[in-house]
T-cell receptor, first 115, second 109 residues
Framework: DAEITQSPRHKITETGRQVTLACHQT?????MFWYRQDLGHGLRLIHY???????NKGEVSDGYSVSRSNTEDLPLTLESAASSQTSVYFC??????????????FGSGTQLSVL | RKEVEQDPGPFNVPEGATVAFNCTYS??????FFWYRQDCRKEPKLLMS???SGNEDGRFTAQLNRASQYISLLIRDSKLSDSATYLC??????????FGTGTRLQVFP
C-alpha cells in the first residue's frame, strides 16, 4: 500500500544544531508539504513543493529549508535549531490537478524538542 | 482576527447524542471547505468535504453558509470512537489550506 512516512518519530536536540527531518511518500504525488502544529495554532505551513526542483516558502519558513531532488522525498532542515522550533512536524502530500490541495495525506508526525 | 476560527471545546457528550460544531472563516473569497479529524497524537485525516448544497456521510452532515461565512459539522448518534479533535479547513484563494485550531469532542458512555 502507498504511504507517507516520517523519521524520526521523536527527536531531541540542542539549540544551534542543524537538524533534518525526513519525509518519504510512495503515492507518487507531485505536491508535498511541511507543517508544524503548536497549541493555540492550527497547522501552519512551513514549506511546500509542487514537483522535483520546486520549493516554496510557507507562512512560517524562517529558519527552515527544504530540497526536492526526487518525487518521493522532501527533507526539512532546521539550519540552527532554536527553542521556538520545538513542535510537532507533519509532512503531507497531495495529488496534483485543478484542485491540487483538496485532500492531504499526512505522515505520522515528528515530535521535535530543542533544548 | 484569525482566518479560521473554531470553539476549542471540549464538547463532552454521552453516547447517542447529537452534537454540532461551527467554524467561521474571514476570507469571503475562500474556495473550498473541509473537515479533518485528528486523534490524540496522530496525524489529521480528511473526514469530509463541505459543499454548498450540504452533504451527508452516514452520521455526519456538513453544511456551508457563504453569506455568514461559516461551516458546520453535525454528528448524530455519537459513538465513543468519535472522540477526537475536528479541524475546520479552508482552501484560500491562493490555493493554500488554512487550518483551524480544532474542536475537541469527548464522547462518554
Amino acid at each position: 500500500d502507498a504511504e507517507i512516512t516520517q523519521s524520526p518519530r521523536h527527536k531531541i536536540t540542542e539549540t544551534g544544531r542543524q537538524v533534518t527531518l525526513a519525509c518519504h511518500q510512495t503515492w507518487n504525488h507531485n505536491n508535498m508539504f511541511w507543517y508544524r502544529q503548536d497549541l493555540g495554532h492550527g497547522l501552519r505551513l512551513i514549506h511546500y513543493s509542487y514537483g522535483v526542483q520546486d520549493t516554496n516558502k510557507g507562512e512560517v519558513s524562517d529558519g527552515y529549508s527544504v530540497s526536492r531532488s526526487n518525487t518521493e522525498d522532501l527533507p526539512l532542515t532546521l539550519e540552527s535549531a532554536a527553542s521556538s522550533q520545538t513542535s510537532v512536524y507533519f509532512c503531507a502530500s497531495s495529488e496534483s490537478g485543478p484542485t491540487t490541495n483538496e485532500k492531504l495525506f499526512f505522515g505520522s508526525g515528528t515530535q521535535l524538542s530543542v533544548l | 482576527r484569525k482566518e479560521v476560527e473554531q470553539d476549542p471545546g471540549p464538547f463532552n457528550v454521552p453516547e447517542g447524542a447529537t452534537v454540532a460544531f461551527n467554524c467561521t472563516y474571514s476570507n469571503s473569497a475562500s474556495q473550498s471547505f473541509f473537515w479533518y479529524r485528528q486523534d490524540c497524537r496522530k496525524e489529521p485525516k480528511l473526514l469530509m468535504s463541505v459543499y454548498s448544497s450540504g452533504n451527508e456521510d452516514g452520521r455526519f452532515t456538513a453544511q456551508l453558509n457563504r453569506a455568514s461565512q461559516y461551516i458546520s459539522l453535525l454528528i448524530r448518534d455519537s459513538k465513543l470512537s468519535d472522540s477526537a479533535t475536528y479541524l475546520c479547513v479552508v482552501l484560500s484563494n491562493t490555493d493554500k489550506l488554512i487550518f483551524g485550531t480544532g474542536t475537541r469532542l469527548q464522547v462518554f458512555p
